[in-house]
């Protein structure tokens, strides 16, 4: 008969680990005495980060007495106790190859559901001192799984846990771990998982997505590293914008509307330096065009404005980025800011050249007419378009900006597909105005290096630019981050990328850091790599997960 052997309780605080400040409720304990078990948690306990744990369908941790016998040979540990891998209920007698998404069980006067297995977070690494813990839970199938509380209740330790209800398709806590993170996932199985009501929505949105017949939303880049191009021809858009357009030395691949490409350029007495231009024009066989604003302090754009010449060499990297237009017959938004305009002003060219005959909603804010690039090219454009319309607005003007009334004043289709470039602020407002009268399909592309997601994890410093790490530079390989425009030599006391990113101050995304979960993984533009842990399944070619990989060469990162 299955039992429950303990109840373990902790509320968050702050732990200090590897330098940085980790809000978590890891760190529980059991206690004695029934306890009352609601909808959201167990009294006395709380959760850190409830983007990944908590909530409805997380209310609730379970592991395994005998998985703690296993991981004390396993590890050769005898300081384990419950509460150590962070459940909430220690059982005896639920192993994860038996316990299936969607059964029922009553603990004392409540009854609960399974719902998942357990999240792979590193804190559970974090908590045993042990970094590839999440990865080992994985890979030998023990990962634990949560309970969703169907009927609240006291429960104590002793209790027994009875059956009550079995679930739909009977797959196994374990089956389904393995579906969503090891390699060679069965499908026919990922299909039935997601039919089950029981299963957590995130998981069931997992699964729905790896077996979409779509093309992946990021593309395989056309080429490694980077090719020289010449400059065929350089167009003054603005005093402040000029147009280069690029010519390869044979057909170059079509890239997708909205597309970005990496330009590395070679200073007089400077490391090469890099940097991130939208393709702003239609491609035409042997030539791509990127625009450039000239910024005051800016090394790449003072050089193109300043130095670069008709005829003069520069290199580029293939086209890539998420960022891109889909062909659909639904309405569109294309909204812009400023010199940010030059995705969707390619997304506007392809629309154009394919006689589209989607109803077009162009949306452009920028300071004046003097600053506004591309007027006349948009205007030819937006003609060829029998579905199209333009609605600009200027800053200086009394009222000209763009906010929540304008935006209502529009009237725009609540069925569009909306895409936005500009500043953050610019791109965040107007996804919050879109929102409000209805538009849920948005798209933005965030310029530089993307938006951090580090769970748990709290900054005690204020936000500061990309910078060398502190300490006595390395002399290993060059590790360049392209998005954020900075190089710096490998030190081996960084024991991954993800590490030294971190020391540079570069916004990061993990969330196992242990090879699993797949939140890090990076496009590698040019160089190669050694992955310090294997991960569990390994990325698509030309990606690495940077929070187990070490460089092996110099080395040059969409990050």
């Known amino acids: 008969m299955a039992r429950l052997l303990s109840v373990n309780v902790g509320m968050p605080k702050d732990v200090q680990w590897q330098g940085k400040t980790i809000h978590t409720a890891i760190y529980k304990e059991p206690v004695d005495g029934p306890v009352l078990v609601r909808r959201l948690n167990v009294d006395g306990d709380g959760q850190g980060d409830l983007n990944g744990h908590g909530g409805e369908n997380r209310a609730v941790m379970v592991y395994q007495t005998e998985s703690y016998d296993y991981w004390r040979r396993q590890l050769g540990r005898d300081d384990l106790s419950p509460g150590h891998f962070g459940e909430n209920f220690t059982v005896s007698g639920l192993p994860d190859e038996a316990v299936c998404i969607g059964d029922r069980y009553r603990i004392g006067d409540a009854e609960f559901e399974v719902t998942q297995p357990r999240v792979t977070c590193f804190r559970v690494g974090m908590r045993l001192g042990i970094a590839d813990m999440p990865r ?30 079995q679930g739909q398709h009977q797959l196994s806590v374990a089956a389904v771990d393995a579906m969503l993170y090891l390699p060679d996932p ?29 093309p992946p939303a990021d593309p395989p880049s056309a080429w490694r590293g980077f090719r020289p191009m010449r400059i065929d021809a350089i167009r003054r858009e603005t005093t402040d914008v000029a147009s280069f357009e690029l010519r390869a030395d044979g057909p170059l691949p079509a890239p997708l509307p909205g597309q970005y490409v990496t330009v590395r350029i070679v200073a007089p007495g400077q490391p090469p330096a890099l940097r991130s231009y939208s393709l702003s024009g239609a491609p035409a066989g042997d030539r791509y065009r990127i625009s450039v604003k000239q910024e005051p302090h800016g090394l790449v754009s003072q050089w193109f404005h300043r130095t670069a010449t008709v005829g003069t060499s520069v290199d580029i990297g293939a086209p890539r980025g998420d960022f891109h237009l889909v062909d659909a017959p639904d309405p569109l938004i294309l909204m812009s ?30 300071h004046d007419q003097s600053s506004h690039a591309f007027r006349d090219e948009i205007a030819t454009l937006l003609t060829a378009l029998p579905n199209a319309e333009r609605h600009d607005f200027y800053t200086s003007a009394p009222g000209g900006r763009l906010g929540d009334a304008q935006i209502a004043a529009l009237a725009l289709p609540v069925d569009a597909t909306a895409f936005i470039c500009g500043p953050s602020a610019f791109m965040e407002d107007m996804a919050a105005s879109l929102t409000a009268v209805g538009i849920t399909r948005i798209h933005s592309e965030l310029f530089g290096a993307r938006q951090a997601v580090n769970p748990g994890s709290l900054s005690t410093a204020p936000v500061r630019r990309p910078h060398p790490p502190a300490g006595e530079p390395g002399s290993g390989a060059a590790v360049t981050f392209a998005r954020s425009g900075l190089t ?21 995304r993990y969330s196992c850091r242990s090879g699993v979960c797949h939140l890090c993984v990076t496009e590698v533009i040019t160089g190669s790599f050694d992955y310090v842990t294997d991960p569990l399944d390994p990325p698509a070619p030309a990606s690495a997960l940077i929070c187990c990989a070490a460089p092996a060469s110099d080395l040059v990162l969409d990050l």
């Open 136 to 165: 080992l839970l994985v890979a030998h199938h023990r990962p634990g799984f949560y309970f969703r509380v169907v009927t609240e209740g006291q429960v104590c330790a002793g209790d027994q846990i009875v059956q009550t209800r």
């Open 186 to 214: 069965d499908k026919d199985g990922m299909r039935l998982a997601a039919e089950i009501p029981a299963l957590s929505p995130g998981w069931a949105q997992s699964f729905h997505e790896r077996l979409s017949a779509d």
């Open 337 to 366: 800011a400023g010199i940010r305009v030059t995705p969707v002003l390619a997304m506007l060219h392809h629309l154009a050249a394919t006689s589209s005959s989607r109803r077009v909603i162009w949306v452009h804010t920028t």
């Open 488 to 508: 710096v030599p490998w030190s081996p006391r960084h024991r991954t990328v993800l590490d030294l990113a971190e020391a540079c101050d570069i916004p990061t």
